[in-house]
């Protein structure tokens, strides 16, 4: 009998693995990472990465969560008693993460207020470092920031409301609601860019192929690195989303579709970022490369800049950080069902009860980035937990399914005996040597860097503790979760 919680249609679940998918990193991330590596060539790899490890991948999670019915750890469990510490490992990770993404978002929820009227003044970069965040040194917290406080506390209202509302009625209709408006919000965005005065040169700088640097293998291990960190793979989340699909789903079109929607958003998202970026250079008479810029420092020091100078320039910053709140909390709510999930069924509690613990606990974490230094500390733990923590699960993940359990024709049956699209010899050899080759060299790539030199040259102590240790505790801590059996009667549907 069936009586584990499900998705009310393809539809939502569809538009849920696509908001978890489409996230802030596809807005500031993908336009300056293809930029950077090869332009329009830089499309090449991405596509081949997108189809020799991104949707392989992704098939691989969905078969999982269908075809074990459970949390992302119980469905390890399920495949090898000695896998579920992985599981346990990448919910630990979503929880991890779900402690300072919000913050991103409470920046972005003040912006939009920000914009109206353009109160960043003539110096974006100092009213958000100063005014703002009041920023601390690093490894200094100092005080709590009440104009980023009191914003995180409203999202994780929010957030754990839908939470506490289950699958259909809670994440299925944030999902049905943020997705469509996130795309329109942004369709505007971008059709608004293009007609920018220099729009079309920015896009001539991102779209212009540099087909030397498709012979450099950091490009390519670039590509791979975009496509794992912007699908939402070993998160626990794709686990944990299929597991709520009705017994007969299309698992493999589930997953071309949303590997598909991410890109495209990708696509869009450097389209528009380009073109605001174009007229940026042409009113202040520099090249495009000059004014390039991803992350933090794109959506809240660049792009203000560029928002003071544009005509109705309110209106455009305030659909701008409207966007990065949509698309943030999309992923928001996703990442947080992994542990509600995991909680609910190894301590046999109720949903209630592991979002009020699972996420009371992430919430009070979360303080600590709303203080003075939260800065410095959200850009450290974010780069060890996604090197050290999300690649790295990626690799254990599939070489634990590809080598050691040798589950992959198993699984393969599987997705096969409810899909349209049947997988061959190549979704089995992508797997299987393809993807655990390129995220070895991308370890290993990342741990060459960090013995050449600090990251950001933080203070090496600053880095240990709150780098390294969050990194290594996660699995830590996912180890020690293993020791507690699973109750007996669990659901088994």
Known sequence: MENRSQWGTRLGFLLAAIGSAVGLGNIWRFPATAFENGGGAFFVPYLFALLTAGIPLLIMEYTIGHKYRSSSPRSFSKISKGMEWIGWWQVLISFVISTYYPIIIAWSVMYAYF??????????TGFFVGDFLNLADAGTFGSIVPAVMIPLLIIWVIVLFFLGRGVKKGIELANRIFIPTLFIVFLIIVIRAVTLPGAMEG???????????IADGSVWV????????????????????????????????????TGFANSSFELLAGIGVFAVLGFMAVQSNTAVSEVVAGGVGLAFMVFPEIISQMPASGFFGFLFFASLFLAGL??????????????????????GKAVVFGGGLALLVSLFYATQGGLNLLDTVDYFINNYGVALAGLFEVVAIAWFARSLKDLQNHADSVSDIKLGIWWRLCLGVITPLVLGYMMLENLRTEVSRPYEDYPIDFLFSFGWVVAIGAMFVGALLTIKKWPSKDNEA
């Open 330 to 351: 999309s992923s928001m709510i996703s990442i947080s069902e992994t542990y509600v999930a995991g909680l609910q069924e190894k301590f046999s509690i109720s949903r």
């Open 222 to 257: 670039a590509a791979y690195g975009q496509i794992f960190f912007s699908l939402s793979i070993a998160f626990a989340i794709m686990i944990t989303y299929s597991s709520y699909l009705p017994k007969k789903s299309d698992i493999t079109n589930n997953a071309f579709i």
């Open 115 to 124: 914009s109206l009227g353009t109160q960043w003044g003539d110096d974006p």
């Open 203 to 213: 896009l001539d700088a991102f779209f212009k192929p540099d087909w030397g640097r």
